[in-house]
C-alpha cells in the first residue's frame, strides 16, 4: 500500500479486511486503476438507501472512480444535488419484456414455489397455478416435489428467456464501459441494465432492497453474482432458497438505519413537539401504516386509538401521531385533518418512482426522531417493528382488522405467520394485541413501564439489524470498491 497526501492507493488486493482497514484509516481513497461503476435504482426506498447514505459519499471521495447512477428521477434538481466530479446521474433505462419473457417468468415462478414451503409467496401463486393451461404446463416441466426435476426446470425457462431478450442498454455499455453493475432493485418490473451486464458478462451486486425480499418475491428474474444483504437470517436465506454460495453474499447491515445510532444529531424533544404540533406533556402514541393495497382498513385502526384516547382509556393524558406510508393513500385520513389531539404526518416529496416517493435525509432524520421521541409505536406487521427496536421505542402490533372481522385468508393476522415476519415474533419483542381492548391494555402497559421487552428489542436489533454502529452504508461502499479492485 503506498500512500498521496490523503489519498490511499492499494495496488495488490490482499484480502477483503485489509482493504477495508485500509480505506477506512484515509479520507481520499484512490483506486490503482480507471474504473468505472453503475449503480441502478429504481425506487424511492432504493434511492433512500444508496444515495441518502454515506454510501454515495464513499464513492464520491474515490479517485480513478466514475461513478454513473440510472435514476427514475433525473431532473435539473436531482442532478445538482447528486452529481460530482466523479458522479454522473442519466435517466433509468427500462425494458418492457414480450409476453413470451413474462410468461416464462411467471411459470418460472410457479415451479420455484413447489421446491420451498414460503406462505407469502406461496399465497400469491395460488390463484394463477389453479388455471387448467398452467397445471398442464407445469406437469410437463417438473415433477411435483421433486428438487432436481425443479432446477432442471427453472433453468430450461430461464434459457428460453434469454433467447427471447435482446442485447440490452448497449448505449449506455458502449458508452461508458462499466468494470461493475450495482443494482439496488432487482424485483422491477422493467430490468433492462441489470440483464445487459448479465448478456455481456459484466461483474454484478445486487443491494437486497428488503428483509422480507428473498421470501415473498420469489426466484430474481436476474441472479446476480454476489449480493448484500442486511443480516445473517437474509444469508441464509440466500443460500437456501436462491442457490447462493455463503461466500457470495456479504452482510453489511440496512444503511438507512446509520442515522439511529447517534442521537446527538436529533432534534430536541421540545423542538420536535413543537414542530409537529404536539403537546410536550402528553404521552405520545405513534401509528404507523402500510400500503393501502396491504392494509386498506387503517383509517379505522387510527379511528380506534383516537376514540380510546378521548374517552379517557388511558391513565395518562395521551396524543395520536398517524405516520403514513409513501405509499398510502391520504383520502381516508382526510377526515381527521384538524383533529385536536391527533396529527398527521405525511413522509416526503412525491417521485416519479416505482414507489412514488423521492425521500430526503430530512424525511430519513424525522422518521428516527418521530420513533424516538414516541412512547408506543403501534403498526401491523410492519418494517418499523425494526425501526423502533433500533431506538428502543416499546412496540405494540395489532393483529386485527380494523371495526370488521375478516376470515384468516383475507385478514391481517396471516401476515404473522409470514416467514420473515416469524422471525421477528419468535424474538418477544413486542406485544401482540388480537383485539381493541387488547391494544388498549398493552399500550397502557408500556405507557406504565417502557422497558417491558426491552430484552427482545435487543433481540431484534441484533437478528435483524446486525450492527448499528453507523458503519453499514461505508461497508456497502467498501464492498463495492473490493470488487471493482477484483474486476479486470
Known sequence: MQSYGNCTTVPELKSPVEFREAVSKSQKIRLPGPKTLFIVLDSGTAIRNILRTDVIQVLRNCENLRVVVFSPIADTDFKKEIESENVIVEHAVKWRPPAAVKLLRSLKKDIWSEKHELVRFKEKRQARKSQ???KLVLGLLTTRGNPEAIDHAVRKLESWEARFTP???KEHFDKYKPDLVFCTTLYAKDLCVE???KQRKIPNVAFILSWDNPTTKGPFPVKPDRAIVWNGIMKNELTEYHDFRPDQVFISGPPQFDIYTDHSKFISREEFFKRWGLDPAKKLITYTTGSSGMLPFED???EIIYSKIKAGAFRQPSQLLARLHPKDNYKPYQRFENTPGLVLQLPGRRGN????????????YGLAETLFYSDVVVNIASTITIDAAAVDTPIVNAAFDGFSEKPYEKSCRRYYDFNHYKNVVNTGGFKL?????????HIQSYLDDPSQESAGRARIREEQCYKLD???AERIAYYLLEGLQKSS
Open 300 to 302: 379505522e385502526m387510527v
Open 167 to 169: 442485447l440490452l442498454a
Open 470 to 472: 453507523g458503519k453499514c
Open 132 to 134: 387448467l393451461l398452467r
Open 433 to 441: 394485541s388480537r383485539n381493541a381492548d387488547e391494544l388498549v391494555q
Open 195 to 197: 440483464l445487459g451486464a
Open 353 to 364: 418512482t416505482n414507489d412514488s416517493w423521492n425521500p430526503t435525509r430530512e424525511d430519513m
